[in-house]
């Protein structure tokens, strides 16, 4: 499907004009996002689907301070018309907000995006390939999982005289192999499907179910760990929403203390959607590039659109986004620096006592101040002695704080750093956050889980 984006985005600002007239203040964005799954599970696909769609996104502000948004993916002339005639009534009937911090100033963009024509334009059967290539690599285990591509083409135009254009694409593996109960996890997240290694995915995830059969429960206490990399997606998510969220810093609720050492020195942490799969400018046309957020264990910036930028006295860095009234400014694509620990064998082989965890899940936060977060493994742990891995360990609930977790001394940054996906927000399905594996020094195990 082709759509002419940028004629979409002129027709609503001219409806706008017409309807509104010449001080109302509006934001179009034109998306066109497609994304293809093909899913498997008992070693087979059972399911290859394809979605895409072009949506109208109107954010529309009269009356200096009454603002209303609504999305449409109508494109016709009359359904235009008829976006721009709901928005405006909306808006005339909201209260004028006295913090409305307005369009702001067009500003050239740093990137065009990360756009792999490749992946974009992948078919059933490349993306068949890849479960191919994890189900072969698992060696006769069972199988379950998805290969997904997805790409996304935005046009943004203003009122005040931005029109912006940007895209990306990217490819996912996520696959479990099962033996006798246990399950082994192996997943990535690329910009471009041809660096999507489904083989190695599939021989990891095999591993570690293998490794993984009669799992014996441990005693509830604190323990060192190893968190490999789909674990420490997590933690990072975590941070980044509750912590170095702008809003949650307005709010009251982060924990950050700016310019003091608060982590570890090993810690460094950036957002960066042109390393990874983000577009060139945010929802509100501000340009976006490499946030700095934690350099050498010193919390040094925070995610802000406008209107928390106004806020905290600062200027937007570029995360504002549809659902930031309600989330905040969430950075999309963290990556955490490596360091010198090496890989996760021998992160392992540094503790005397203590667990190796594979993955995380359902985690809650349950006090946003410390980032106390609890949750349970998923996907593996092991018991630690003297280095190496004696025994496979049963589901683990634990409650923990993040920032804790990464305070100064307990923490060894691997050598590798691995794209991994997850849900922070924003149309392709899933962010990309990249990470090592990490071992820490504490981690508070609060009991056994069944399953």
Same mark, same amino acid.
């Given at each position: 499907?082709?759509?002419?984006?940028?004629?979409l985005?002129?027709a609503?600002?001219?409806?706008?004009?017409?309807q509104?007239?010449?001080d109302?203040?509006?934001?179009?964005?034109?998306? %066109?996002?497609a994304?293809?799954?093909?899913?498997?599970a008992?070693s087979?696909?059972?399911?290859?689907?394809?979605?895409?769609?072009?949506?109208?996104h109107?954010?529309?502000?009269?009356?200096g301070g009454r603002?209303?948004?609504?999305?449409?993916t109508?494109?016709r002339?009359?359904?235009l018309a008829?976006?721009?005639?709901?928005?405006l009534?909306?808006a005339?009937l909201?209260?004028r907000?006295?913090?409305?911090?307005?369009l702001?100033?067009?500003?050239p963009l740093?990137?065009?995006?990360?756009? *792999?024509p490749?992946?974009?334009?992948?078919? $059933?059967?490349?993306r068949?390939?890849?479960?191919?290539?994890?189900v072969?690599?698992?060696?006769g285990l069972s199988?379950a999982?998805?290969v997904?591509?997805?790409?996304?083409t935005?046009v943004?135009?203003?009122?005040?005289g931005?029109?912006?254009?940007?895209a990306?694409?990217?490819a996912?593996g *996520?696959?479990?192999?099962?033996?006798?109960?246990?399950d082994?996890?192996?997943?990535?997240?690329?910009?471009?499907?041809?660096?999507?290694d489904?083989?190695?995915?599939?021989?990891?995830?095999?591993?570690?179910?293998?490794a993984?059969?009669d799992?014996?429960?441990?005693?509830p206490?604190?323990?060192?760990v190893?968190?490999?990399?789909?674990?420490?997606t997590?933690?990072?998510a975590g941070?980044?929403?509750?912590q170095?969220?702008?809003k949650?810093?307005?709010?009251?609720?982060s924990?950050?203390r700016?310019?003091? %050492?608060?982590?570890d020195?090993?810690?460094?942490?950036?957002?960066?959607?042109?390393?990874g799969?983000?577009?060139?400018? *945010?929802?509100e046309g501000?340009?976006?590039?490499?946030?700095?957020?934690?350099?050498?264990?010193?919390?040094?910036?925070?995610t802000?659109?406008?209107?928390?930028?106004?806020?905290?006295?600062r200027?937007s860095?570029?995360?504002?986004?549809?659902?930031?009234s309600?989330?905040?400014?969430?950075?999309?694509?963290?990556?955490?620096?490596?360091?010198?620990g090496g890989?996760?064998?021998e992160?392992?082989a540094g503790?005397?006592?203590?667990?190796?965890?594979? *993955?995380?899940w359902?985690?809650r936060?349950?006090?946003p101040?410390?980032?106390?977060?609890?949750?349970?493994?998923?996907?593996?742990?092991w018991?630690v002695?003297?280095?190496?891995v004696?025994?496979a360990?049963?589901t683990?609930?634990?409650?923990?704080?993040?920032?804790?977790?990464?305070?100064?001394?307990?923490?060894?940054?691997?050598?590798?750093?691995?794209?991994?996906?997850?849900r922070?927000?924003g149309?392709?399905?899933h962010?990309?956050?990249?990470? $090592?594996?990490?071992?820490?020094?504490?981690w508070?195990v609060?009991?056994?889980?069944a399953g």
């Amino acid at each position: 499907m082709t759509a002419d984006l940028d004629g979409l985005a002129t027709a609503v600002l001219d409806q706008v004009r017409a309807q509104a007239g010449p001080d109302a203040q509006a934001t179009v964005r034109v998306e %066109q996002a497609a994304l293809a799954l093909t899913r498997f599970a008992d070693s087979a696909i059972h399911q290859n689907v394809a979605d895409e769609r072009v949506t109208v996104h109107l954010q529309l502000t009269v009356d200096g301070g009454r603002t209303a948004t609504a999305a449409t993916t109508r494109s016709r002339p009359g359904a235009l018309a008829d976006l721009v005639a709901a928005t405006l009534a909306a808006a005339r009937l909201r209260p004028r907000d006295p913090d409305w911090p307005g369009l702001g100033t067009p500003a050239p963009l740093t990137s065009a995006g990360s756009f *792999d024509p490749a992946t974009a334009e992948a078919s $059933p059967a490349e993306r068949a390939a890849g479960v191919a290539a994890f189900v072969e690599a698992a060696g006769g285990l069972s199988t379950a999982g998805f290969v997904q591509t997805a790409s996304l083409t935005t046009v943004l135009a203003d009122t005040a005289g931005r029109h912006l254009r940007g895209a990306t694409t990217s490819a996912t593996g *996520d696959g479990i192999a099962r033996l006798s109960g246990a399950d082994g996890v192996a997943r990535a997240m690329t910009g471009r499907l041809a660096d999507l290694d489904c083989a190695a995915l599939g021989a990891r995830a095999a591993t570690k179910a293998r490794a993984g059969v009669d799992g014996v429960p441990v005693d509830p206490g604190v323990y060192p760990v190893v968190l490999e990399a789909a674990a420490v997606t997590d933690l990072v998510a975590g941070l980044v929403s509750g912590q170095f969220n702008g809003k949650a810093v307005v709010d009251g609720t982060s924990g950050l203390r700016l310019g003091e %050492q608060q982590f570890d020195p090993a810690v460094t942490l950036v957002d960066d959607p042109h390393t990874g799969v983000g577009l060139p400018f *945010d929802s509100e046309g501000t340009p976006t590039g490499r946030t700095e957020l934690v350099r050498d264990g010193v919390p040094v910036g925070l995610t802000t659109d406008r209107r928390v930028a106004a806020a905290l006295g600062r200027t937007s860095s570029g995360h504002g986004s549809d659902v930031g009234s309600t989330w905040g400014p969430v950075a999309g694509d963290p990556a955490l620096s490596a360091g010198a620990g090496g890989t996760v064998d021998e992160l392992v082989a540094g503790l005397d006592r203590g667990l190796l965890v594979s *993955d995380l899940w359902y985690t809650r936060a349950v006090d946003p101040k410390r980032s106390v977060w609890t949750g349970l493994t998923r996907n593996g742990v092991w018991l630690v002695e003297g280095g190496q891995v004696v025994a496979a360990v049963s589901t683990l609930r634990f409650t923990q704080s993040y920032l804790e977790a990464l305070a100064p001394g307990a923490v060894t940054v691997g050598s590798v750093v691995e794209g991994q996906p997850t849900r922070l927000m924003g149309p392709m399905g899933h962010n990309r956050v990249a990470v $090592p594996a990490l071992r820490l020094a504490d981690w508070n195990v609060t009991g056994n889980a069944a399953g």
